[in-house]
């Protein structure tokens, strides 16, 4: 059993939680994924890690409430316990084997989206540790949406802002902004590496395709099991089919074929709807189940 130590809401139905988990926070590096379950008999969900601390033995997951599961974990509160906290799974940022010197005279933009922004905290956070001061765009579609950007900013070269409704920062998408600092401010980049919505990290992908600059991606919102064995996963890269969750969850961004990638994530959706339906008549005391497939 995994003890939540910590509860924090950090936007409409956007929860950080630590999660007590001494095994997995010594472990743990950037990049990486752990599945839970809140019960015997609940669904595995897969959170990329968000923070750790290997001393204190916590691990930090920060989950969107959007269908009957995460609803569920959302709702939990500090001292309630998880069933199952299996991790680390995944491959590690590539970024972490490569020589700190060499790291350190690389220019690197990191473009996190909406809940993206979690993963993006510990890989900005571990470079900055050893040295390697990287910028930051932060995007959301307005200003109370937007998470994590104070720790973030202890840990960036730089933090940008970019709200579709220009109620902070920049007005206009992330892809927008990276322009206007390679266009207008003289920025320059060696790699950028992109985590939040599909489609957005699809036109990160075509506009840094434009100037040439390595992009990684992250798909971890792809993951289902987290072992490979349910294919819910699989994704075309540079043609070949791959698993994210055991070959990712990160992949060369220019190679990934995005449009497919949202298909397969738009497969659940409806099975979603209907178990949060089941869950609400249930709650309101109604166990009857037709109607929940309209």
């Known amino acids: 059993m995994y003890k939540i130590l910590k509860k924090e809401l950090l936007a409409p139905n956007i929860y950080l939680m630590n999660i007590e988990a001494p095994r997995v926070a010594r472990s743990a590096k950037p990049g990486q994924f752990v599945i839970i379950r809140i019960g015997d008999k609940g669904e595995r969900i897969p959170l990329t890690i968000s923070d750790y601390n290997a001393e204190e033995g916590w691990v930090t997951i920060v989950t969107q409430a959007v269908g009957y599961s995460t609803g569920k974990l959302c709702s939990m509160e500090v001292g309630d316990y998880l069933a199952d906290f ?165 992949f060369d961004a220019h190679e990934v074929d995005f449009d497919e990638a949202m298909r397969r994530q738009g497969m659940y959706r409806d099975i979603e709807s209907r178990k949060a339906k089941m869950a609400q008549k249930k709650a309101e005391g109604h166990v009857c189940k037709i109607g929940l497939d309209k």
């Open 86 to 250: 299996a991790g680390p799974l995944g491959h590690p940022s590539e970024f972490i084997n490569e020589d700190i010197e060499k790291l350190k005279q690389k220019k690197i933009l990191f473009i996190a989206g909406g809940v993206g922004t979690a993963p993006v905290y510990p890989q900005v956070k571990w470079l900055h540790e050893h040295g390697v001061d990287a910028d930051v765009i932060i995007g959301a579609k307005s200003k109370n949406i937007i998470i994590l950007a104070d720790k973030m900013r202890q840990v960036a070269g730089n933090l940008y802002i970019a709200t579709d409704d220009g109620s902070e920062g920049f007005k206009g998408m992330v892809t927008n902004c990276m322009r206007d600092l390679i266009d207008n401010q003289g920025k320059h980049y060696d790699e950028v590496i992109a985590i939040g919505p599909m489609i957005m990290m699809k036109f990160v992908a075509l506009t840094t395709k434009e100037y040439g600059i390595k992009t990684i991606a992250s798909l971890n919102t792809l993951m289902v099991d987290g072992t490979g064995m349910c294919g819910a996963c699989r994704v075309s890269v540079g043609g070949k089919t791959r698993f994210t969750c055991v070959d990712g969850p990160e």
